[in-house]
């Protein structure tokens, strides 16, 4: 058995390897691809005055060039950090520091969890800080400050540990005290996953961005009136005030019952006309009308269920974690084992993951082409896309494991072909 058990490490450990060669690969082809297109000729419709102007293939093709190999860089850190996890011991170190305190076992392993994500986390905000001040800045797009960033991050870190702490000592004491505990924690985070959506528009977006109600009241009883007859019906329209950070733009939809919002950032607003804002928002409303909103957090729960056999699994072949050089019956380390090991399991699924998200904004689409008009749409797409410096096409085997969206060239092909034949897709229900 543990023979078996060593196997099973240095097999998770070649999967890694294999699975950071694969993204420097997939990289690499994405930037040769970019290369090929960042001529405007590939792109006839970026002749269009109100596209043209505002950048140009070889602009996002320096800007993804940029991110790319920033982002390459931050795998590699990563696979770095995996490997001081499992072959160099890092996991078996913290869990050994933590278990010295005199703290009840459910508080120490709490400590262990929470280190374990923080050192993850403060990487993260490393890499996030040399794009945010390196590259964003660069190209004109970040307007935080030092002082802000380090604000937001500090307000993250405490709004963590206060879900988080909570979280894992509740976990922790039901995993001792029922065999069914993977059941109960599972019940548990569905409950906590809508306490979130709950509190995401009403307490936790206005701590970081100050949001103010949309003050054109013509386009805001226009978009009222448009959602209510769709079936979503709106109580508040807010404008954030995104460009305090960053000049990239956005909207979406948050919220539900009584506190359902639609957030625009100022960015957004002033970039698009009236007409292009409404098709954007149809876009938004197409994922609720279409069920993809739903759809997703169905997917998320039942990925959440079987996130919690998996632990039950680790939990019964305590060889597997003994494996690992971690002590099998103590139980935070069947969660922190599974911190690290799930990126590295999961990452064949993004394929699967992206097809399907693609497969919605493509439908949300058609939806918004069809019901309100394809031409804004397109014109939006292009001025989002432009002055976000985003690739206009994408390398197909890149897209598949990084892209949860098509490419816009691929979109407005798509748009112009609903336009024209002016019929439904089956893939949208119809509407009564």
């Not at 993951?353 to 309100?372: I, P």
């Amino acid at each position: 058995m543990l023979i078996l058990g060593q196997s099973f490490v240095w097999s998770v450990v070649l999967i890694a390897s294999a699975e950071l060669a694969w993204d420097y690969w997939l990289s690499s082809r994405q930037l040769k691809y970019l290369s090929k297109k960042k001529t405007s000729q590939n792109f006839p419709f970026i002749n269009n005055p109100s596209f043209g102007s505002l950048s140009s293939p070889s602009d996002s093709y320096l800007y993804a060039n940029q991110k790319i190999k920033l982002a390459q860089l931050r795998s590699v850190f990563f696979y770095l950090l995996f490997l001081f996890w499992i072959p160099f011991g890092g996991l078996r170190m913290f869990e050994e520091f933590w278990k010295i305190f005199p703290f009840p076992k459910i508080w120490s392993g709490c400590c262990f969890l929470i280190s374990i994500l923080w050192l993850e986390d403060t990487l993260r905000t490393l890499f996030s800080a040399i794009r945010t001040f390196g590259i964003e800045s660069r190209f004109g797009f970040n307007r935080t400050t030092p002082i802000l960033f380090l604000f937001d991050q500090v307000g993250h870190w405490i709004l963590s540990l206060l879900f988080l702490c909570p979280l894992f000592l509740l976990f922790l004491w039901i995993k001792e005290s029922s065999s069914l505990w993977w059941l109960y924690c599972w019940a548990i985070w569905i409950i906590v996953l809508f306490l979130i959506d709950w509190m995401l528009p009403v307490w936790i977006i206005p701590l970081f961005y100050r949001l103010k109600p949309l003050d054109d009241k013509d386009l805001k009883d226009k978009i009222e009136k448009i959602f209510k007859k769709n079936g979503f019906p709106i109580h508040q329209i807010f404008v954030m005030e995104g460009s305090k950070r960053s000049l990239h733009s956005n909207a979406f939809l948050t919220g539900f019952g009584k506190h359902r919002r639609i957030i625009l950032y100022d960015t957004l607003t002033n970039q698009l006309d009236r007409e292009e804002l409404i098709a954007v928002l149809f876009h938004e409303l197409a994922h609720y009308r279409l069920g993809h909103l739903w759809k997703s957090r169905l997917v998320t729960l039942l990925g959440g269920l079987v996130l919690f056999v998996f632990l039950n699994l680790l939990d019964t072949h305590k060889t597997w974690i003994a494996a690992f050089s971690l002590d099998p019956n103590w139980s935070p380390s069947t969660f922190g084992l599974a911190i690290v090991l799930l990126p590295i399991l999961l990452y064949p699924l993004e394929p699967l993951k992206n097809w399907l998200l693609r497969k919605a904004e493509k439908e949300s689409d058609a939806f918004a082409a069809l019901k309100w008009a394809a031409e804004p749409l397109i014109e939006a797409l292009k001025k989002i896309v432009s002055t976000n410096y985003l690739p206009y096409d994408s390398d197909p085997l890149y897209s598949m494991f990084y892209e949860s969206h098509p490419s816009v060239f691929e979109r407005i092909r798509w748009i112009e072909k609903i336009s024209i034949h002016r019929g439904e897709p089956p893939a949208i229900p119809s509407q009564h």
